[in-house]
């Protein structure tokens, strides 16, 4: 098995870098394929879906376009935490060979997650992603200041080398552990970033870190540039949520790219019905690689807007970019 994930990912790494050069159009039909295929598996063996799909008279052969998915019903966080595992879960999957991950509970409660090694390959692909906008190379190294570990070490061929550091340690730990590693970049959220920031010496320069990439909470421009002072690299947001993994995330041109090969991203008015560019309105998301526990039009509690501008961004990349993001 650790054979088999090991040549996924290593295969499975070089198409999605691929699909970093392709255009608008070429993206969109990847999109709709996997998004078929994902529709298609939650009717035939994820209960929610399959009484969802039905409440709704729809099937997954009804959606002809990507437009057509906003005919499908959204999904709140709550028939997703009460239906687990036997209503969200795809029917016949042994939950003792998947990965429970769990929310952070931000809004209150954590909801349970199941991940086949298949979803974290994926995973795992698209941190490498996110990862190498910010020039992190399969020769360099990288470090995570979370409260668990990832499972990104594994099956990397030794490629990839990242160095796992818990947010229970003492700041004086973590920078013992960040001298003796060198990493070229840092992942962090950005209130363990600022509380280990709190406990160190005021210029942590020494390190030598080329970016620091954010997630999963929002920074403000104030705390941008007090941590950017103190490590003397730039700093990066990445838009992640353990739902889904991997939505978005900065280019070194400063712009934020959505990932439509990983995620479809809507955003809705309150009735559901997609905004125009540059308005404001709710992030739905749907997962295009969990099949175990499906997450379809999925209301994930943000508040964002597409980027009005649709020419090209200056770092060369066709993806999607997102702004003004709220959550």
Same mark, same amino acid.
């Given at each position: 098995m650790?054979i ?10 070089v198409?999605?870098?691929?699909r970093l ?11 709709l394929a996997k ?5 298609q598996?939650?009717s035939?063996?994820?209960? #929610?879906y ?9 099937? %997954?052969t /009804? *959606?002809q376009? =990507?437009a &057509?998915l906003s005919?499908f019903?959204?999904t ?9 595992p036997n209503g ?7 939950l003792s060979?998947?990965r ?6 931000s809004?209150?409660?954590?909801m349970e997650?199941a991940l086949?090694t298949r979803?974290d390959?994926m995973r795992?692909l698209f941190?490498?992603?996110v990862?190498g ?10 470090a995570y200041?979370?409260?668990?570990e990832?499972?990104l070490?594994?099956g990397n ?6 160095r796992?550091f818990s ?10 552990? #960040?001298r003796?590693w ?6 962090a959220t %950005?209130? /363990? *970033?600022?509380? =280990?920031? &709190?406990?160190l010496?005021d210029d942590?320069r020494e390190?030598?870190l080329r970016a ?10 104030d705390?941008?540039e007090?941590v950017?002072?103190?490590?003397g ?5 990445n838009y992640?949520?353990?739902?889904v993994?991997?939505?978005a995330?900065?280019c070194q041109s ?5 990932f439509p090969?990983?995620v479809v991203l809507e955003i ?7 905004v ?11 997962s ?13 509690g943000?508040?964002a ?10 770092c060369?990349?066709d993806? %999607? ?5 709220e959550g």
């Amino acid at each position: 098995m650790q054979i088999v994930s090991t040549v996924r990912k290593l295969t499975g790494l070089v198409a999605t870098q691929a699909r970093l050069g392709m255009s608008e159009h070429e993206l969109a039909s990847v999109q709709l394929a996997k998004l078929r295929r994902v529709l298609q598996h939650a009717s035939d063996r994820v209960p #929610l879906y399959r009484e969802k799909f039905e409440k709704a008279h729809l099937r %997954p052969t /009804d *959606l002809q376009s =990507l437009a &057509d998915l906003s005919r499908f019903p959204i999904t709140e966080k709550d028939e997703i935490r009460d239906g687990f595992p036997n209503g969200c879960v795809a029917s016949g999957t042994d939950l003792s060979h998947c990965r429970i991950q769990q929310t952070s509970g931000s809004t209150g409660q954590c909801m349970e997650i199941a991940l086949d090694t298949r979803s974290d390959d994926m995973r795992a692909l698209f941190t490498q992603r996110v990862y190498g906008m910010q020039g992190f190379s399969f020769w360099r190294r990288m470090a995570y200041l979370f409260p668990y570990e990832l499972p990104l070490r594994k099956g990397n061929a030794g490629l990839y080398r990242n160095r796992w550091f818990s947010t229970k340690l003492a700041p004086e730990q973590i920078l013992a552990g #960040l001298r003796a590693w060198r990493p070229h970049l840092l992942a962090a959220t %950005p209130s /363990d *970033l600022l509380e =280990l920031c &709190d406990g160190l010496p005021d210029d942590l320069r020494e390190l030598g870190l080329r970016a620091i990439c954010v997630h999963s909470e929002p920074m403000s421009k104030d705390e941008r540039e007090h941590v950017a002072a103190r490590f003397g690299c730039r700093i990066a947001t990445n838009y992640y949520c353990n739902e889904v993994w991997a939505i978005a995330a900065e280019c070194q041109s400063g712009a934020l790219h959505q990932f439509p090969d990983n995620v479809v991203l809507e955003i809705v008015d309150e009735l559901g019905r997609p905004v125009p560019r540059g308005e404001r309105g709710h992030v739905l998301v749907t997962s295009l690689h969990n099949y175990v526990q499906p997450f379809i039009r999925y209301r994930l509690g943000d508040i964002a807007a597409w980027e009005p501008d649709t020419g090209p961004c200056a770092c060369g990349l066709d993806l %999607p970019r997102l702004r003004n993001i709220e959550g």
